[in-house]
C-alpha cells in the first residue's frame, strides 16, 4: 500500500500548461507502476495516463495524447502529469493511484487513491 498526496492543480487559460504532482509515501514505489485519471463533474472518473514502475513504458488516452506526458522520479517517490495546450474539457479533479491489476486504461485495477486537485481551464 502507498499514500498518495496530489498537488499543482489551479485555474489556466486554455492553451495554458500545468504540471501535477503526487508524492508517494509507504511500500516501495519503485516496483509499482501508477496512473492519473480524472473526473469532471456528473461524469465517470477516465483514465488519463500511465507509467510502469520503472518508467520505460507509458500509455495515454486519446483525448490527452500529444499534450500530456507523465513522468516519474523513483529518488524522489514521486509521479508527475505535464499538462500542455489545455482544453476546457480538461476540467476536472485528477487523481493519481496505484496500479496493482493487469489492466492498464481501467479504474478497477487502481488502488489507494490520493485526495485529488482541481484543474480549471477557462475559455
Known amino acids: 500500500q502507498v499514500q498518495l498526496v496530489e498537488s499543482g492543480g489551479g485555474l489556466v487559460q486554455a492553451g495554458g500548461s500545468l504540471r501535477l504532482s503526487c508524492a508517494a509515501s509507504?511500500?516501495?514505489?519503485?516496483?509499482?507502476?501508477m496512473g492519473w485519471f480524472r473526473q469532471a463533474p456528473g461524469k465517470e472518473r477516465e483514465f488519463v495516463a500511465a507509467?510502469?514502475?520503472?518508467?520505460?513504458?507509458?500509455y495515454y488516452a486519446d483525448s490527452v495524447k500529444g499534450r500530456f506526458t507523465i513522468s516519474r522520479d523513483n529518488a524522489k517517490n514521486t509521479v508527475y502529469l505535464q499538462m500542455n495546450s489545455l482544453k476546457p474539457e480538461d476540467t476536472a479533479v485528477y487523481y493519481c493511484?496505484?496500479?496493482?491489476?493487469?489492466?492498464?486504461?481501467?479504474?478497477?485495477?487502481?488502488?489507494?487513491w490520493g485526495q485529488g486537485t482541481q484543474v480549471t481551464v477557462s475559455s
Open positions: 509507504g511500500r516501495a514505489f519503485s516496483s509499482v507502476s
Open positions: 493511484a496505484a496500479k496493482y491489476g493487469s489492466k492498464w486504461y481501467s479504474a478497477t485495477s487502481y488502488a489507494d
Open positions: 507509467i510502469s514502475w520503472s518508467g520505460g513504458s507509458t
